[in-house]
């Protein structure tokens, strides 16, 4: 099968990462995959939310998509005077995932609010948020310890996020929307730097899937945070 911009079926999207995008975040960057485009900044308050352990601190997500980020304009959020059950859905993911890559003892009692914001949308923006948020979030906490408010950087491991899907029966890595759009299964899988899986969301969406095809695809999935573990280093020049 020829994919729609000519990418072997195990090859990802461009990607480039640009950090400090924005001016005032403690940390930030703009991640572009293919024609996905996400702005993620990170944001530093010295305090914990209540639920937090005594001498701990917390990382949480929020995520939205801007109205002319698809296709056609969406409603914003706040129009709705509600959040969209998909947009909560993948802040969930998205701050779990970052936590998860933090000490939050180390971190002390003090928050960091990631905000990714899809400024276009083509397929992939749940896993391009993990990805550019997490450079976000290294950032900020680089910064706490350049100031001098930590004594060591509270980052223990790198996470990346890719998807894979099943399109006309054939597994591929990354899927634009074209792709996303008539995928018989779609999986996005969120990784630590050692491989290991942080989180897995495999869908049926045409029909059913066998272990065996699941396997195939964290396979690809593996492969892709690899090479995005790789563009983080090289966009932190290390933590």
């Not at 001098?148 to 899927?175: C, F, Q, W």
Request: one cysteine or more; charged letters at 25%; a negative charge.
């Amino acid at each position: 099968m020829t994919r729609a911009d000519g990418r072997a079926t195990d090859q990802l999207r461009p990607v480039q990462i640009t950090t400090g995008f924005v001016k005032f975040a403690e940390g930030s960057c703009l991640i572009r995959c293919g024609d996905t485009m996400v702005l993620c900044c990170a944001s530093v308050e010295e305090k914990a939310p209540p639920h937090v352990a005594e001498g701990t601190g917390w990382v949480t997500a929020e995520y939205s998509m801007l109205p002319r980020a698809n296709r056609e304009r969406s409603k914003r959020d706040v129009s709705k005077l509600k959040l969209s059950p998909r947009s909560a859905e993948i802040q969930r993911l998205v701050g779990r995932s970052l936590r998860g890559a933090v000490d939050l003892a180390a971190l002390g009692e003090r928050t960091i609010t990631v905000d990714c914001d899809v400024l276009q949308g083509d397929g992939g923006t749940r896993t391009a948020s993990v990805t550019g948020g997490f450079v976000a979030l290294a950032l900020a906490c680089r910064k706490l310890v350049h100031d001098g408010v930590l004594e060591k950087n509270p980052i223990r491991h790198y996470v990346t996020g890719v998807s894979a899907g099943i399109v006309d029966e054939v597994p591929m890595l990354d899927l634009q929307y074209s792709e996303d759009s008539q995928a018989q299964v779609d999986l996005n899988c969120i990784m630590d730097e050692t491989g290991c899986i942080i989180e897995l969301q495999g869908t049926g969406e045409g029909r059913a899937f066998t272990p065996e095809e699941q396997q195939e695809l964290v396979r690809l999935c593996a492969k892709g945070n690899r090479e995005l573990l790789e563009l983080q280093k090289e966009a932190l020049g290390g933590i």
